[in-house]
């Protein structure tokens, strides 16, 4: 029995699965232009019907790869700010840095990643809106969430949190870009160094 073969007669609840990793590999690939719904079902061992099953479009199996990275992290985020009632807000602010640090490092972000910075979303409208409205504005409002506790608390000086948000967004993910092409960026240093120094230099500016 060859490989396809194998993979279509697993159970149907991992199909989906099967999809999505099929399609982090071609969007990877090709972008989100060029990838081809035969090439996924080829990749995921499934007939290009049994997609339409789970997704109505490629743009439907895009949204469901962003949810699955991206929107499930922030709802941890969300959970792990929430749940944060004793301590200081400078340690909850280095707990949700490291942990978000670690997860934009993941293969399967870098992928998203390299789809919006190619600028490919701006040609699919509706999937720009859902991408800066669920992912980029939600996550900034979990940072800035932090900051206000921070500053209400008198750990970090006034400032405005929306922008403090926007200011951690540009550097984390400037470094995750850097970080993934270090071939280009030899003065780089190890994922935890490259952590210390954002931590420290962004302590260091909302600080009181």
Not at 135 to 147: D, E, K, L, N, S
């Amino acid at each position: 029995m060859d490989t396809v073969e194998r993979s279509r007669r697993r159970c149907p609840e991992e199909r989906p699965g099967q999809i999505l990793d099929a399609a982090f590999v071609e969007f990877g690939q090709r972008g989100l232009a060029g990838a081809r719904l035969d090439d996924i079902a080829r990749r995921a061992g499934v007939g290009k019907g049994t997609i339409y099953l789970y997704f109505d479009t490629k743009e439907a199996l895009f949204r469901e790869m962003v949810r699955v990275t991206l929107g499930v992290a922030i709802e941890e985020a969300e959970r792990m700010a929430s749940a944060h009632i004793s301590g200081s807000i400078e340690s909850l602010f280095q707990e949700y840095a490291k942990k978000w640090w670690t997860f934009i490092r993941d293969e399967r972000f870098a992928v998203v990643q390299r789809l919006v910075l190619a600028g490919e979303l701006r040609d699919f409208p509706e999937l720009m809106a859902f991408f800066a409205n669920d992912i980029v504005i939600r996550g900034r409002r979990v940072v800035a969430g932090i900051i206000a506790r921070g500053i209400a608390s008198g750990e970090f000086r006034p400032t405005d949190p929306d922008i403090a948000a926007r200011m951690y967004s540009a550097i984390w993910f400037a470094h995750a870009n850097w970080a993934a092409n270090s071939h280009f960026h030899p003065a780089l240093g190890s994922d935890a160094q490259v952590l210390e120094e954002m931590l420290d230099f962004y302590l260091r500016a909302i600080k009181q």
